[in-house]
């Protein structure tokens, strides 16, 4: 099921109470920043899960019309190998990641939000369903982490590491695809 409003409020005043936030009811200042950080927390949540869903859809023009990534975006892809950098996203790049999804929809869990001035991360499970690269419709969870940054007045995605060990998987089978 989708991230609620409430669900992503409460899990972003978690992240503020991890980061020592808890004061803002005696400091009217800070209860400003922590009441503008959850909005901007749940927004960032939705806004993910929409963007996502998207891309599992292959709908490529809506998913870069939510998320704008930083000149140093890294990615970390749940299929492994050498990390993406965001100088690697040409257009031609783009265009092949909409024709690799194809027919998908997925949900987010949000496990955990951190917010900090000019820095957000989510950890979210996310559970997509689709046709990836060719293959047909099964499904697709994956742990996901994503750090955004504000630049100016925006959020952008700086980083997103993936997984697909949402199952978890013995030390043998984690040994063995160590040893690749």
Do not use: C
């Amino acid at each position: 099921m989708p991230v609620s409003r409430r669900s992503a409020l409460a899990a972003a005043g978690a992240g503020l109470a991890s980061l020592g936030i808890t004061k803002a009811a005696s400091d009217p200042a800070l209860a400003r920043q922590v009441s503008i950080a959850d909005e901007e927390v749940a927004t960032l949540t939705r806004q993910t899960a929409e963007a996502n869903a998207a891309l599992m859809r292959g709908d490529i023009a809506r998913y870069r019309a939510l998320i704008t990534l930083t000149d140093d975006f890294t990615l970390m892809s749940p299929f492994g190998g050498t990390p993406t950098r965001g100088v690697d996203m040409t257009s031609e790049r783009w265009e092949a990641m909409g024709r690799f999804f194809r027919n998908g929809s997925l949900e987010q869990e949000l496990v955990q939000a951190y917010a900090a001035a000019d820095m957000v991360v989510l950890v979210v499970i996310e559970r997509g369903r689709g046709e990836v690269g060719g293959l047909p419709a099964q499904d697709w969870p994956l742990r996901v982490t994503l750090v955004y940054r504000r630049e100016g007045s925006e959020w952008r995605l700086a980083h997103r590491h993936a997984d697909p060990l949402v199952r978890g998987i013995s030390l043998e089978q984690a040994a063995a695809l160590a040893r690749r």
